[in-house]
């Protein structure tokens, strides 16, 4: 997955984690709505100054905002599943199976 989206990926989930919405955080930044709309789908990046205040307001150091390993992709995260399955013994892909088709109904 491209940077950018992730980053805008990390900012969004940091955003929602301090129960925020794109309109608080836009007026404490001094930027647009959609500014901070486009940082979040990674059409746009941002200065180091806001960088500094995002980093401020979250309470994470400047690294942190670029901490998206933990974001797979789609398939990336099929393959994972694919891979823990794998080895599961027949008990345990009985509860995964009930465990999904609950989730997806």
């Keep these: 997955m491209e940077k950018l989206k992730l980053f805008g990926r990390r900012i969004k989930e940091l955003r929602k984690s ?38 401020e307001i979250f309470e994470v150091e400047i690294k942190d905002l ?3 390993e933990h974001q797979k992709s789609e398939q990336e995260i099929k393959n994972d599943i694919y891979r823990l399955t794998d080895t599961a013994s027949y008990e345990q892909l009985k509860l995964i199976h009930r465990l999904i088709s609950s989730v997806l109904k």
Excluded: C, R, W
């Design 66 to 68: 670029f901490d998206f």
């Design 18 to 55: 301090k129960k925020m919405t794109q309109e608080q955080l836009s007026e404490i930044l001094g930027l647009y709505q959609k500014q901070i709309g486009n940082i979040e789908t990674g059409s746009y990046f941002t200065t180091m100054p806001n960088l500094e205040k995002l980093a």
